[in-house]
């Protein structure tokens, strides 16, 4: 089993630094890189449709530092002040991460002291790609 710890830490911590003041869905992520390194997310709401989510904001980070190689991420979420529930990346998220990530990048969701693991092909089948 994958020690999981230190990446749980970091998106707790980042799901307590949201700004979710519409829904009040705080979720938090932290992106591993294949090389160790670690970048965490929330998300951040605003009044119009704008909004960007935690799993952004962490490949966001990282990119923009130059990274291009992804291992995993772990994403949790759940209404604000209340334990965590089942936190799915969104369509848009899953397009999003498709673009910079090979089939053996991992996506860990964490709730309810439960860990489930998926691929990016198992989230996002018919996804849109352009040959490179």
Do not use: W
């Amino acid at each position: 089993m994958i020690n999981l710890r230190d990446e749980i830490i970091i998106a707790t911590n980042l799901r307590q630094r949201a700004y979710a003041p519409y829904s009040h869905y705080t979720v938090g992520a932290c992106l591993q890189t294949k090389n160790g390194n670690k970048y965490s997310g929330c998300n951040i709401e605003n009044g119009g449709i704008q909004s960007i989510c935690a799993e952004r904001v962490a490949f966001a980070k990282a990119i923009a530092e130059g990274e291009k190689y992804f291992n995993r991420i772990v994403i949790m979420g759940g209404k604000e002040g209340e334990d965590t529930e089942k936190t799915l990346p969104c369509g848009y998220c899953r397009q999003f991460m498709r673009e910079f990530v090979d089939d053996d990048f991992r996506i860990y969701i964490v709730y309810e002291n439960r860990v489930e693991e998926y691929s990016i092909d198992e989230l996002l089948p018919h996804n849109f790609t352009i040959k490179k």
